[in-house]
């Protein structure tokens, strides 16, 4: 069985400031794992992903996340915020062969001008 | 390249009335996937096709719920008859399959009142 667990709904930030979500996942194998971001009333769209090799991946967007195994995290940063970035983010974990996602309950990020 | 295609966008229905979703997916993905996503939660896998096979339907209430993918690629989800609780956004997917990018549409939000 596998699941994300997201703390927290809501996070906020000055514009300029260090963004910080964190996600912890549980799995039985070694974890594909995945950032979405969801804007009002859009579908969700993929931010970044790890699957192999570097545990560092930079995504889209000017975000990026860490893959640390003995943390079972993935938390995702971005150094400096922007007013665009507000939004629903969601952490996802992939650990079957056939690619099934599973959610976290998502954060929503504020971004104060 | 066309995304995932959804419709209706909108739906609001009575409880006990029937609803049914249409998604056509990314040209060329066999998987194609029914999520439903309830206001301030994250989105939870009701199907999984492998081309016109199901892959995994465990979460899906199938007294009520139905979906098809009769020739591979477009499919509908059905829900009949909704109860109130089915008030959601029900987010169509579609991927390569097993290991590549899970691309999602813009949903069809359902309100059943």
């Known amino acids: 069985a596998q699941s994300v667990t997201q703390l927290g709904s809501h996070v906020s930030v000055s514009e300029g400031a260090l963004v910080l979500l964190r996600c912890n996942y549980s799995?039985?194998?070694?974890?594909?794992l995945f950032w979405y971001v969801q804007y009002p009333n859009q579908g969700l769209q993929l931010l970044l992903k790890?699957?192999?090799?570097?545990?560092l991946v930079k995504g889209i967007n000017g975000f990026e996340a860490e893959f640390k195994k003995s943390e079972t995290s993935f938390h995702l940063t971005k150094p400096s915020a922007h007013m665009s970035d507000a939004a629903e983010y969601f952490c996802a974990v992939d650990s079957g062969a056939n690619s099934k996602l599973t959610f976290g309950k998502g954060i929503t990020l504020s971004v104060r001008p | 390249e066309a995304g995932v295609a959804q419709s209706p966008r909108y739906k609001i229905i009575e409880k006990r009335q029937s609803v049914a979703f249409w998604c056509n997916p990314i040209s060329g993905h066999a998987t194609l996937y029914w999520y439903q996503q309830i206001l301030g939660q994250g989105p939870k896998l009701l199907i999984q096709f492998q081309n016109n096979g199901v892959v995994d339907d465990s979460q899906l209430p199938k007294d009520r719920f139905s979906a098809e993918r009769l020739k591979g690629v477009d499919s509908t989800l059905k829900i009949q008859p909704a109860k109130l609780e089915d008030s959601a956004v029900y987010l169509c997917?579609?991927?390569?399959?097993?290991?590549?990018?899970?691309?999602f549409g813009e949903g069809s939000w359902l309100t059943v009142v």
């Open positions: 799995s039985s194998v070694p974890p594909y």
């Open positions: 790890y699957t192999t090799g570097a545990t």
């Open positions: 997917a579609s991927s390569l399959g097993p290991g590549n990018t899970i691309y």
